[in-house]
């Protein structure tokens, strides 16, 4: 927020990263503080731009779902040792975190889809030893049009679950892994950084390579097994969009 300021002050236009504050009232003073100077002032929100968010967008702006009831969005890893990193950090000044890394992307592309939130319900919980902020947390907004929506952000799943599942009076869609363009793009930002590097060795840095993905296998959509059997996995189908059948 310190820098937002200070750039409004100096008569500059800003985009912060997500979130833009640390609370409500420091957001509102930052949208006040560019009316006051006449300036642009926004949140980058990326990840309205994946492939799977916007062909859901589409989906629904055509009606081939329906009246949406149910809208179901996750954001889910397994990583059972905390990484270290301000994402993690439990300092109120490094705004860590899932519910404020994570849950920016599930909660800004829920009211992008379906409009404000009559009201909000969450949990929100610290499970891995040593974690010093929330790593598991899920949302259940209801929106004011009726739709509801349930979103998870958490970094102690052992089973994924679907990226997207959204029912519709007409039909469902299911997708599930994330959008491949994402580690595409890193690689690619990585190696444009070691080719400016090299071509300018005063001004490089060191630069390692993003680890692979991590890929946990997913579980694909199939009848529940019973509890006593292990479930088996397998990679990430494509999205669907199936109609329920007719009788």
């Known amino acids: 927020m310190a820098l937002a300021t200070t750039a409004l002050k100096a008569g500059l236009p800003v985009v912060v990263d997500k979130p833009i504050a640390g609370t409500a009232a420091e957001a509102r003073e930052l949208a006040a503080l560019a009316e006051q100077h006449s300036l642009l002032l926004s949140v980058f929100q990326n990840r309205r731009w994946d492939n799977d968010f916007l062909t859901l967008r589409k989906l629904i702006a055509e009606g081939e779902l329906g009246d949406v009831w149910r809208f179901e969005s996750r954001f889910e890893r397994w990583r059972p040792q905390p990484k270290g990193g301000w994402r993690e950090s439990g300092d109120p000044a490094e705004i860590g975190g899932l519910l404020y890394d994570l849950g920016s992307h599930v909660v800004d592309q829920a009211l992008a889809l379906f409009g404000p939130a009559a009201s909000v319900y969450a949990e929100s919980d610290i499970r ?32 994924l679950g679907p990226r997207f599942r959204v029912l519709g009076s007409k039909a ?4 599930y892994g994330l959008d491949p363009r994402r580690p595409t793009c890193a690689t690619a930002s990585v190696r444009a950084r070691r080719t400016a590097g090299a071509r300018n060795p005063s001004r490089s840095t060191a630069v390692s390579a993003p680890a692979s ?3 946990p296998a997913v579980a694909a959509p199939s009848r529940p097994s019973p509890a006593t059997t292990p479930r088996t996995t397998r990679p990430s189908p494509p999205p669907s969009v199936t109609a329920p059948p007719t009788r």
């Open 128 to 159: 891995r030893p040593g974690a010093e902020t929330d790593d598991d947390t899920f949302f259940a907004l209801t929106h004011t049009n009726g739709v509801r929506s349930h979103l998870y952000v958490s970094a102690t799943t052992a089973q």
């Open 172 to 175: 469902g869609y299911v997708k």
């Open 213 to 215: 993905p991590r890929s």
